[in-house]
């Protein structure tokens, strides 16, 4: 398994032979609407993209969506996924949202039974709570985020837990045996509430899953992201993890 971290938290994959391309966002450096809860002056994404959008699309065979939301997917990223590579979002309303952009083969992913690519690869879609209040309760109602597993014999699973916070709902995906973790920190906040892993959640994920590489991203790309990844270091030292943890920077390939 080989990772490239491009931003945020789009990335390639390359995957038992294959290729896929994770939350594409791929609009230039300030081109964002400012938030109107920030820490910062500037209007997001805070930093370029490592690469060019044609370089990071270069071999990929399928596109994988945690949710739909601006951080994640994009025009951009739109306009240049060939209109009939496959597409897997979480659930009907994003797969109507895709479809929107032209793009014809979205499909949703299955939590059980699983979905395939090609004829050895499960692309499954795990739980995710996108929020710590009751506001978000009732979007999560309506599958608002996901996680999703990559598995296939003689590969190492992959874990993407997607926009969450810590809950119940992580250990169905831990339950899959991840050698690899893909966590969506950034102690991110909206609508007066945290709505990704902070420090704490990060802590209770590693003690789930003591085995595990975890691969720390959705830092520092948009200004209401408030965890930084010196402090996520700090705490995975403190807490007694560090060796099991990787900060990539952009534009970083690692391999499995």
């Not at 896929?20 to 609009?27: A, G, S």
């Not at 910062?40 to 990071?56: A, F, H, R």
């Not at 200004?223 to 990539?248: C, H, W």
Request: a negative charge.
């Amino acid at each position: 398994m080989k990772i490239r971290f491009i931003r945020n938290c789009t990335m390639t994959i390359e995957y038992a032979g294959h290729k896929f391309v994770l939350d594409p966002m791929f609009r230039a450096k300030g081109a964002s609407m400012k938030l109107p809860s920030t820490m910062y002056p500037e209007k997001g994404p805070l930093t370029d993209l490592p690469v060019s959008p044609q370089e990071i699309m270069n071999g990929v065979e399928a596109v994988l969506l945690t949710h739909m939301h601006p951080g994640h997917f994009d025009k951009a990223a739109a306009e240049l996924v060939p209109k009939d590579m496959p597409f897997y979002v979480q659930c009907l309303n994003d797969k109507d949202l895709v479809r929107n952009f032209g793009l014809k083969k979205s499909q949703t992913i299955d939590m059980t039974p699983w979905t395939k690519f090609g004829e050895d690869i499960d692309v499954i879609r795990v739980p995710a709570r996108h929020g710590d209040g009751k506001f978000m309760h009732i979007l999560n109602t309506m599958g608002n985020s996901s996680g999703i597993v990559l598995r296939s014999r003689g590969e190492k699973t992959l874990y993407v837990t997607g926009d969450t916070i810590w809950f119940s709902g992580i250990e169905t995906g831990i339950g899959y045996h991840p050698d690899v973790i893909v966590a969506y920190l950034g102690h991110s906040y909206g609508e007066g509430m945290h709505i990704t892993m902070g420090l704490d959640d990060l802590g209770k994920l590693a003690k789930a899953a003591p085995w595990a590489k975890i691969i720390g991203v959705h830092m520092g790309t948009f200004e209401n992201q408030e965890l930084r990844p010196a402090d996520v270091l700090a705490y995975a030292r403190e807490n007694g993890f560090a060796d099991r943890l990787i900060l990539p920077q952009n534009g970083e390939y690692l391999e499995f």
